[in-house]
Nanobody, 124 residues
Framework: QVQLVESGGGLVQAGGSLRLSCAAS????????MGWFRQAPGKEREFVAA????????YHADSVKGRFTISRDNAKNTVYLQMNNLKPEDTAVYYC?????????????????WGMGTQVTVSS
């Protein structure tokens, strides 16, 4: 089992920044990957960013490229999502997820473990 706890959400004005954190505990390892997804009211959950603990590939959705950056701190077993130049359309509940799959990291179905989510609200 893997437990994930997100933090760092809040209310920010357009153009502002937030940093989300996801602390992982339990049976994680170098073969795991971590992802961030978001879900706005009335919309489907969508991929934001992902990386593998072992290093190498890092992915960002086109809608956030150049504004959001995913990173990790292996010593703290924590993944971060730095969000800059936030826009009202970034408003959503942001979820952290973990998986040991070798399949695509951009598909939510491939993730076995999920956090409870943290609300991000961007005002115009």
């Amino acid at each position: 089992q893997v437990q994930l706890v997100e933090s760092g959400g809040g209310l920010v004005q357009a153009g502002g920044s937030l940093r989300l954190s996801c602390a992982a505990s339990g049976r994680t390892g170098s073969n795991y990957a971590m992802g961030w997804f978001r879900q706005a009211p009335g919309k489907e959950r969508e991929f934001v960013a992902a990386l593998r603990w072992s290093g190498g590939a890092i992915y960002h959705a086109d809608s956030v490229k150049g504004r959001f950056t995913i990173s990790r701190d292996n010593a703290k077993n924590t993944v971060y999502l730095q969000m800059n130049n936030l826009k009202p359309e970034d408003t959503a509940v942001y979820y952290c997820a973990a998986t040991s799959t070798l399949a695509s990291l951009t598909i939510s179905f491939n993730y076995a473990y999920w956090g409870m989510g943290t609300q991000v609200t961007v005002s115009s």
